[in-house]
């Protein structure tokens, strides 16, 4: 963000966004074959709320839970079409946490286009968000497996949890570092985790791998969120195509916000506690120059990327493969990501 001015994809370095199609194009038939089975479920739905459920379902997002799921599953064996159920079913509970965000945080557009709140109120949007999570945990009780389901389960419950937990949370000046982490990993890092642990475990890896490939998961979903929360205050609405500076207008203070307060002197934090607590909230542009010149912006990318770090680091347990090398390069992706920001 030099100068200030407004973050968006552009500044993405090209050898990064190489790096990501590297790796989707890998798993290119069988992402095509999530997203068919992604559209059909709207089928498989009541009528009379089928264009409801179509419509959340319609967006068109990146797929990482979905790539991450497909690509340890080919890190450990073959894809197979519990991958591709398993990559379907994570996506859904992703779509409803979404559905459930945009209502808490009052956004009106998400990827290029209305949110269902926008276009039907909130009343009706949360019942669609439930239907969404119903409909995910139904299709995993498919699986020959029941620790697939249960697994499945936990994480959706963790991602409840972790939303349950922020809110309570909101407008809270004194909200630790590790209480900020511990949501983040439920909220964020739980799906992550649950797409790459059960991505490897569908294709009977080891526990050692499984573990490996779960903790990846892990430490990119929080890195990924990290990289979110810093892009809710520095990126270009426009550009990106979803409502951003809702964090701080909800009283979510995220990992810049959270160091701004604590690197700050004891006048400066209560100035700030008084602008953050009042009820005509900070211009955006003032405090994304604010967490830029403090350097707390500069430490929440340094710190999403010790993650990322860490996260690529589990590799060395996975056999060396193309699948294994496109879950290293999606992790050049995110420092790629992270580097443009600042």
């Given amino acids: 963000m030099k100068n200030f ?30 997203e068919e089975r992604i559209r059909e479920q709207s089928k498989s739905v009541d009528a ?39 990559a379907v079913i994570v996506e859904l509970i992703h779509i409803a946490s979404l559905v459930h965000d945009d209502i808490m945080d009052g956004a009106d557009r998400r990827r290029d286009r209305p949110t269902l709140n926008a276009k039907w109120g909130n009343s009706l949007t949360v ?4 239907v969404l999570f119903a409909h995910a945990l139904r299709l995993s009780t498919k699986f020959s497996n029941s620790d697939v389901s249960r697994r499945i389960a936990d994480a959706a419950a963790d991602v409840c949890t972790g939303e349950i937990l922020q809110t309570q949370r909101r407008f809270d000046l004194n909200l630790p570092l590790s209480e900020y982490y511990r949501m983040v990993q439920m909220k964020t890092g739980a799906l992550f985790a649950v797409s790459c642990e059960l991505g490897a475990f569908l294709s009977g890896a080891s526990p050692a791998v499984i573990s490996a490939l779960k903790n990846y998961g892990n430490k990119v979903g929080i890195a990924y969120q990290v990289l979110d929360d810093c892009i809710d205050l520095v990126g270009d609405e426009e550009m990106i195509g979803k409502t951003l500076g809702t964090d701080i207008a909800c009283g979510k203070f995220t990992l810049p916000v959270l160091l701004l307060l604590q690197n700050a002197s004891a006048k400066e934090r209560d100035e700030l506690r008084s602008r953050f607590l009042s009820e005509e909230p900070m211009p955006a542009a003032e405090l994304a120059a604010l967490v830029t010149s403090r350097g707390s912006l500069p430490a929440s990318v ?7 770090d860490e996260a690529e680091a589990e590799l060395i347990h996975v056999q060396d493969n193309r ?10 992706y995110l420092r790629g990501v992270l580097d443009s920001i600042c």
């Fill in 48 to 86: 009379g709320i089928e264009h409801y459920f179509e419509y959340a379902i319609g967006g068109s997002g990146k797929r990482l839970r979905p790539a991450l799921a497909l690509l340890s599953g080919g890190a450990t064996g073959r894809i197979v079409s519990d991958h591709v159920d398993l």
């Fill in 5 to 34: 001015t407004r973050w968006s994809t552009k500044d993405i370095d090209p050898k990064s966004n190489a790096s990501f199609a590297s790796a989707i194009e890998l798993i290119g038939p069988d992402l095509y074959s999530v």
């Fill in 323 to 332: 699948h294994a090398a496109a879950l290293r390069a999606m992790t050049e």
């Fill in 127 to 130: 019942l669609v968000g439930d």
């Fill in 302 to 308: 340094q710190a999403a990327r010790s993650l990322v």
